[in-house]
């Protein structure tokens, strides 16, 4: 602290200021009211307005100083009346009309005093409910953050362990095959790089950090997926086909993101046919639409579309599978239209589904675009 500089006190906000002048007016205005009260005739009904000081005196006090300023207001009732009859000396209708009204007054402010405690116990109960309300809130969204972070790493890791089974294999044979064992062990690099990449999105998320957008290449990324994800569709016995337009512009996107979504999209194909008899065949396509996006669809032969509306499916913890946690297509529509695009559904013939979404080029705009709402965020 400087020497010779003087503290200046804190100014009280208006809220305090609010808070310490409404037990003065209350007072004041019930001595005014009594004043009135007792300098009126008998019949004049200044005391209703105690009424006024009990809703006032409602907003600080709780049961016990209300009931006191309740009586407090009935018993400067009684006094007022009684002084004014005893100045007045009016006759015996007068009176009988100060009694009456005074008894109606005292009747009134019990009453007003009753209604005020109920409406403070119902706001009580009321906070306690939204209080409780939100702790709920937490757990719930705690739940579904776990859930969300669970199924995006579940992919990664199973292609890990699957892929390191295979490398097992080919390592335990009486003449290993160093060459399929080394493409298996490049592949659980890859995946292990994959499960870190998508908890750093995830922390970039919580932490406000900017989604690590370029341009990406679709047919690039569709191949790398199908690549992830061979080992799976042959575990099923699902022939995969990748059906790629070679005019694909670059798009302008996080690629972990996307890839995540085209992941989704191949493994909701995988298990809608791994049980079913028949033609298991899986197509991933990329074409560009007429209007200048790129249009990513994967087509499967599987059980097809459930009979609720196709948009239900991308509601959160809505699943058709016994095992699903129902957050896939929630999580991949979230990240298809953070990116500019949309995600939707139909059913393939003569039996299966398709998923497709849209990805916006790199057009020179666009990413100078996204680099300022990633400023933003």
């Known amino acids: 602290m400087e020497a010779g500089r003087e503290m200046t006190p804190p100014t009280p906000s208006p809220a305090v200021l609010r808070s310490s002048l409404l037990p003065l007016a209350t007072a004041v205005l019930a001595l005014g ?33 209300l009931w006191a300023v309740s009586g407090g207001c009935s018993a ?52 306690r409910a939204q209080a409780d309300l939100a702790r709920v809130s937490r757990v719930t969204t705690m739940g579904e953050l776990t859930a969300s972070i669970a199924h995006e790493v579940n992919q990664p890791i199973a292609a ?51 989604s690590e957008r370029r341009p990406v290449n679709l047919n690039q990324l569709a191949q790398e997926t199908l690549d992830l994800l061979g080992n799976e569709a042959a575990r099923h016995a699902i022939s995969v086909r990748a059906d790629l337009a070679g005019d694909i512009p670059p798009v302008w996107a996080d690629p972990v993101q996307l890839q995540q979504v085209v992941v989704n999209l191949v493994m909701n194909g995988v298990e809608a046919m791994k049980d079913i008899q028949g033609i298991r065949e899986l197509c991933l396509e990329t074409r560009r639409s007429s209007d200048g996006e790129v249009v990513v669809s994967v087509y499967d032969t599987g059980v097809g579309l459930p009979p609720q509306p196709a948009e239900q499916l991308f509601e959160a913890f809505v699943t058709t599978k016994p095992q699903g946690t129902g957050l896939g297509l929630s999580i991949s529509r979230t990240i298809v ?17 398709i998923f497709r979404f849209t990805a916006p080029v790199v057009d020179g705009v666009r990413p100078a675009a996204s680099a300022l709402a990633n400023l933003r965020q």
Not at 162 to 181: F, I, M, Q
Not at 337 to 353: M, Q
């Open 33 to 65: 009211v009594f004043a009135a009260d007792a300098l009126t005739p008998a019949d004049w009904v200044f005391s209703g307005f105690y009424v006024l000081v009990v809703v006032m005196a409602g907003r600080f006090c709780r049961a016990r100083g």
């Open 337 to 353: 239209e953070a990116h500019g695009g949309r995600l939707w559904t139909a059913a393939n013939a003569p039996r299966g589904a």
């Open 160 to 210: 890990v362990v699957t892929n390191a089974g295979a490398c097992l294999r080919w390592l335990s044979v009486e003449a290993p095959d160093l060459e399929k064992a080394r493409a298996a062990a490049s592949r659980i690099v890859r995946d292990g790089t994959r499960a870190a990449e998508i908890i750093t999105r995830i922390r970039q998320v919580f932490a406000k950090g900017a």
């Open 76 to 127: 400067l009732t009684v006094l007022a009346q009684f002084i004014a009859r005893h100045f007045e000396r009016r006759g015996a209708q007068i009176a009988y009309i100060g009694a009456f009204n005074t008894f109606d007054t005292i009747v009134v402010i019990e009453l007003a005093t009753y209604f005020i405690l109920r409406g403070q116990s119902a706001n009580a109960a009321l906070q």
